[in-house]
């Protein structure tokens, strides 16, 4: 179990550019999640997959963003035409079917973005 | 809707005395709730779960919380902070309809020498 893996860690832009996260879940779990969380604030849902399906959108997730899991393993995060308010922390997470079975949502280190 | 409310942004304690970081949640029937921390930068780590089994929960570093029911609080404790501990703290409760995670909105927990 190497954990949850996010590339790149750290990533400056210029506004109006495209960026793409990547997330590597814990290899047997079935559900993918993807939150943004800004300074000073607690992590915010924006799309979860169980395995290839994208189960769930959130508002906060504007056109711009795409989020895919082509093969039900890797996810990654797309941002296109980048703007100041989307400099943030990128989390990923993985778990087991539900939640309120007991499984457990384990989460990576997170990519920064920063949109200059 | 469901939701978490943690009552403060941030506490200070002396190294060696009790934490006590105070959550309460919407009622629900059978909540799932955790408590994770997360030290700067970094990504955020379990400290102990709660899914409807005994209401004392334990969990790493010494942690531990009481399910309220009669409260809807989930009160995370830890009988002698450690600098070590100094750190964000989030309670979270996992909504009963998708299973994705409500995050309150974080405790920052300074501990003075």
């Known amino acids: 179990d190497t954990g949850v893996s996010q590339n790149p860690r750290h990533k400056i832009t210029k506004r109006g550019q495209n960026v793409t996260f990547r997330c590597d879940p814990i290899?047997?779990?079935?559900?993918l999640y993807w939150y943004r969380q800004t300074l000073g604030q607690g992590p915010e849902f924006l799309t979860y997959?169980?395995?290839?399906?994208?189960?769930?959108k959130s508002r906060l997730l504007s056109d711009r963003f795409s989020a895919e899991r082509p093969k039900g393993s890797f996810s990654t995060l797309e941002i296109q035409r980048t703007e100041q308010g989307d400099s943030a922390m990128y989390l990923c997470?993985?778990?087991?079917?539900?939640?309120?079975?007991?499984?457990?949502?384990?989460f990576g280190e997170g990519s920064w973005l920063t949109v200059v | 809707a469901q939701s978490v409310t943690q009552l403060d942004s941030h506490v200070s304690v002396s190294e060696g005395t009790p934490v006590l970081l105070r959550c309460n949640y919407s009622?629900?029937?059978?909540?799932?709730l955790f408590w994770y921390v997360q030290h700067p930068n970094k990504g955020l780590q379990l400290l102990l779960k709660?899914?409807?089994?005994?209401?004392l929960v334990k969990g790493i570093n010494g942690f531990e919380a009481e399910f309220k029911k009669s409260e809807t609080s989930f009160h995370l404790t830890k009988p002698s902070a450690h600098m070590s501990d100094a750190a964000e703290y989030f309670c979270?409760?996992?909504?009963?309809?998708?299973?994705?995670?409500?995050f309150g909105q974080g405790t920052t927990l300074q501990v003075k020498p």
């Open positions: 009622s629900s029937y059978s909540p799932s």
């Open positions: 290899s047997e779990h079935n559900r």
């Open positions: 979270v409760r996992a909504s009963s309809n998708t299973g994705k995670l409500i």
């Open positions: 709660y899914t409807s089994a005994a209401t």
């Open positions: 997470a993985s778990s087991l079917a539900l939640l309120n079975s007991g499984n457990t949502i384990y």
């Open positions: 997959f169980q395995n290839e399906a994208q189960l769930e």
